[in-house]
T-cell receptor, first 112, second 112 residues
Framework: TQLLEQSPQFLSIQEGENLTVYCNSSSVFSSLQWYRQEPGEGPVLLVTVVTGGEVKKLKRLTFQFGDARKDSSLHITAAQPGDTGLYLCAGYESGGSYIPTFGRGTSLIVHP | ETGVTQSPTHLIKTRGQQVTLRCSSQSGHNTVSWYQQALGQGPQFIFQYYREEENGRGNFPPRFSGLQFPNYSSELNVNALELDDSALYLC???????????FGPGTRLTVT
């Protein structure tokens, strides 16, 4: 059983569409991070959220941390082919854990 | 500021052999973590080093071992390679108190 469940696993959309990716858990996290990984590369950090209910925006990307700090979402507006990649969430469990747990990722393909 | 680098980029080994993978941390980062990422999966935590001492370990057997050097570069050693060890091996460096990880591009290991 994955500590962090990401959905959907795969997403194939047309340029200009909106999408939302979810990261859910039964555990509480002190912080949660979103990464994007391109084929053959390491994950690149997009954002860190630490406060329940927090919303952060990065251009067309909007990240939200759930009020109870158990879940998070990533919303992309007007997706572009450059958004294609594997989106990973990773969380540090509350209680001082310094070992992050990663979800399996959502593979996004944006067609021109 | 230099980023995280890893070597080699790709490696092919035979079952039973030993392998050493290398990582140079981002300047100013004293913590390095190693991850194994199988195809279609998120990264799985192997272990973390802080100031040359192992600081945490994931669910990997003892044949996975590591070192961190005074300049904060690091090695991952895997003995008695098995076919299931085929994966992308990622290292990530961190400023200990921030928790934000910066990943290298990874080493693709294939065991035949």
């Amino acid at each position: 059983t994955q500590l962090l469940e990401q959905s959907p696993q795969f997403l194939s959309i047309q340029e200009g569409e909106n999408l939302t990716v979810y990261c859910n858990s039964s555990s509480v996290f002190s912080s949660l991070q979103w990464y994007r990984q391109e084929p053959g590369e390491g994950p690149v950090l997009l954002v860190t959220v630490v406060t329940g209910g927090e919303v952060k925006k990065l251009k067309r990307l909007t990240f939200q941390f759930g009020d109870a700090r158990k879940d998070s979402s990533l919303h992309i507006t007007a997706a572009q082919p450059g958004d294609t990649g594997l989106y990973l969430c990773a969380g540090y469990e509350s209680g001082g854990s310094y070992i992050p747990t990663f979800g399996r990722g959502t593979s996004l393909i944006v067609h021109p | 500021e230099t980023g995280v680098t890893q070597s080699p980029t790709h490696l092919i080994k035979t079952r039973g052999q030993q392998v050493t993978l290398r990582c140079s941390s981002q300047s100013g980062h004293n913590t390095v973590s190693w991850y194994q990422q199988a195809l279609g999966q998120g990264p799985q935590f192997i272990f973390q080093y802080y100031r040359e001492e192992e600081n945490g370990r994931g669910n990997f057997p003892p044949r996975f071992s590591g070192l961190q050097f005074p300049n904060y570069s690091s090695e991952l050693n895997v003995n008695a390679l098995e076919l299931d060890d085929s994966a992308l091996y990622l290292c990530a460096s961190t400023e200990q108190d921030r928790g934000e990880q910066y990943f290298g591009p990874g080493t693709r290991l294939t065991v035949t």
